[in-house]
Structures are given as C-alpha cells and as structure tokens.
C-alpha cells in the first residue's frame, strides 16, 4: 500500500491520525523525511534520525535537502541504462518516505513555495518515494497546490464518520463514529474495518 503512493490518513482531531502515523513511521525500514505540524513527531523521529521540519524555516531546509535526494535518485536511475522501469528500478533501491502530520497546516508555511513543494512532491512519487500525511476531515483545503495532491490520494484510513470527510468517495458506508482503535481503510475502491494498537510503547 505505501510504495511510492500518498496514503492519507485523515479524521477529527484527536481521533488517532497520529497514533497511526506513529506505529506506520515506526516500522518503516528505510530514509525518512518528517513535517510536524502538530509538534508530537519529534521523539520519535529523533530517535530514528528522520530529517525533520516543524516550522516554516525548518521546512525549506528539508524542501532542498529531500530536492537533492530526489535528483541524486534520477541521476542513479539515469546511469543505469534503464533497462527497468522506474518504478520496477526504485523497488531494489533503499526505501524513502515523506511524513506529514497535521497536513494542513502545511500550505501556511509553503506559502510562495507552494508550488515548488507539489512539483518535489510529485517528482518523489514518480521514483518510487512513499508518502504518508495525516490531515483534519475539516480543515484539508483544496484550492492550493499542495492540498490538492494530497487529496488525490488513492489509499488512506478514515477516523470517525465517513460523511465527514470529502476525499474518499464511501457509497453504500453508513455514518459511523470511532476511537483511535478503529478505523476504516481504503484502498482503491475497497473498504476495510481495520484495529489499530496504541503507539504509546514506542519511545
């Protein structure tokens, strides 16, 4: 589910999108790149050595350094005389992930860099870079660039009850409410009732 796709975790506050952020960020076997737009990622992603952002200024430190990831990725895909696929070729590379909490928030702090964020962002997924956002059911726009790529995701959990949220389309799910435990997941076209343990032993 998560190779070079945005998932999108998405629901109201307080009702687990970073507790599941947590656990999926935990064990995940590869390079990590971490947004905190709620300030809860930065333990955890200390503790790991994820390159990390939780501030307009700290973000556009990240955006170069993930841009020149990106590029020394297309460069190695480039010498290898594309005999694979990029997807197929980036699947034997080392993994990388993008994380996103409290997604948001996040075209405030792009603000004129909006634009060059979702061109990145699209590159990355393009050579097989995953990444995973959390975002309110409420507050998720969809007129800036960035907000309306993350809505394109084709896989995500919902907290709390499906008609609350506008990006993934539930025919037939009736309106239902939830604890950080429960959830749903769906993933192109499917729905799944899915437990979800607590992140709390992870520090």
Request: net charge neutral; aromatic share 8%; charged share 25%.
């Amino acid at each position: 589910m998560l190779y070079g796709n945005t998932t999108l975790l998405i629901g109201r506050a307080q009702c687990g999108k970073t507790n599941l952020l947590s656990l999926l960020y935990a064990a995940y076997e590869g390079q990590n790149y971490v947004i905190d737009g709620s300030g809860d990622l930065y333990p955890l992603a200390a503790k790991l050595g994820a390159r990390y952002a939780d501030d307009a200024a700290r973000l556009e430190e990240l955006r170069l350094l993930l841009e020149a990831e990106i590029k020394k990725r297309r460069a190695s895909y480039e010498l290898s005389g594309k005999t694979l696929r990029m997807r197929d070729y980036f699947k034997r590379e080392p993994m990388l992930a993008l994380w996103i909490d409290a997604a948001e928030r996040l075209p405030h702090w792009c603000q004129a860099k909006a634009n060059d964020w979702e061109h990145l962002l699209r590159a990355a997924l393009e050579l097989g870079v995953t990444i995973v956002a959390t975002a309110s059911s409420t507050q998720l726009g969809s007129y800036d660039a960035v907000s309306k790529l993350l809505r394109e995701a084709q896989s995500g959990v919902i907290f709390g009850a499906p008609d609350e949220q506008t990006v993934f389309r539930l025919p037939g799910i009736r309106s239902r409410s939830s604890g950080p435990d429960t959830a749903l997941l769906y993933e192109r076209g499917r729905v799944f009732e899915i437990k979800i343990p607590l992140a709390e032993t992870l520090l």
